[in-house]
């Protein structure tokens, strides 16, 4: 039986790269649901008043996308203790006239890590993560949770890492840039948080040669879907995880929250939306 139709959307500046609406129409149209999701350019200095008239324009929430996280968070009537763990918001949805939030990046990555690599936290070992921006910070907030005893973190400026590693002291202890490949080879799990890779540009130089045999690679960039770092990684017979299911697997809470149906990530989607990435490469 169709639902009544409702409207969702994700909103960004600029947002005509996101895959968003082909995976919300995606599943819109699997579980034959009356309803829309589009993409909104929303200007930095427009992003209140839009967010204060989702109601009025009809949409039932929307998703959060740059530069508008941090935002999106501070304007929330309420937020859940994902976005307050992260400080920022990607998933907004109505309660009545109160606007409320979540991060479910936190639960994208985490979901599709143990997903692929079930055993990921079989040894007692630091998780290295390059980067320190808004994904740095929600994914270091699902390993805390997940029990890891040491996050190891690396990014260009000190000074963002350290503010990190201030708000989710005392596991997570910062680490020079330049040590990346030396201080990250005993890892269970190294992650990329950076831009570094998107659309195959760029490389950040890791040395996998003494890596642990067991760890597991793994990179937030999804275009391409083999980055740089997933081929080097590779090449020396580490295992991989891809950044292409985060985003799917981010995207199951908000579609529940406006549409009812908590919808599943399926092998036909991923292949779908990894389709339409190469096609647009």
């Known amino acids: 039986m169709k639902r009544p139709g409702k409207r969702a959307c994700v909103i960004g500046w600029p ?9 919300h129409g995606y599943w819109l149209d699997h579980y034959r649901i009356e309803g829309t999701y589009t993409k909104e350019a929303v200007r930095p200095d427009n992003i209140e008043s839009f967010l204060r008239g989702l109601a009025h324009a009809g949409f039932a929430g929307c998703n959060v996308t740059i530069p508008h996280k941090e935002a999106a968070f501070r304007i929330a009537d309420e937020r859940d203790a994902s ?24 639960y994208g990555y985490m979901t599709y890590l ?24 929600a994914i270091v907030h699902g390993f805390l949770e997940a029990g890891v005893s040491e996050i190891r973190l690396f990014n260009r400026s000190a000074e963002r890492a350290e503010a990190l590693a201030a708000d989710f002291a005392p596991r997570v202890k910062v680490f020079p840039w330049e040590q990346r490949s030396r201080a990250a080879t005993e890892s269970a799990v190294l992650v990329n948080t950076t831009a570094v890779g998107l659309k195959g540009e760029g490389s950040l130089d890791i040395d996998f040669t003494d890596f642990h045999p067991d760890c597991i690679v793994s990179d937030i960039v999804y275009v391409p879907l083999e980055t740089p770092l997933i081929r080097d990684a590779r090449r020396h017979g580490l295992r991989t995880v891809d950044g292409l299911g985060m985003l799917l697997h981010q995207a199951v809470p ?6 009812g149906v908590r919808p599943e990530v399926t092998d036909e989607l991923y292949e779908k939306i990894a389709a339409d990435i190469e096609g647009a490469r």
């Not at 143990?114 to 994904?135: C, K, M």
Request: net charge negative; aromatic share 8%.
């Open 15 to 23: 947002i005509e790269h996101s895959r968003s609406p082909a995976i």
């Open 83 to 106: 976005a307050v763990a992260v400080g920022a918001a990607n998933t907004l949805w109505l309660e009545g006239s109160r606007l409320c939030a979540a991060n479910t990046d936190t």
């Open 114 to 137: 143990s997903l692929q690599e079930e055993d990921w936290n079989r040894r007692d070992a630091p998780v290295s993560i390059l980067g320190a921006g808004g994904a740095a910070r």
């Open 254 to 259: 908000g579609f529940e929250k406006w549409f």
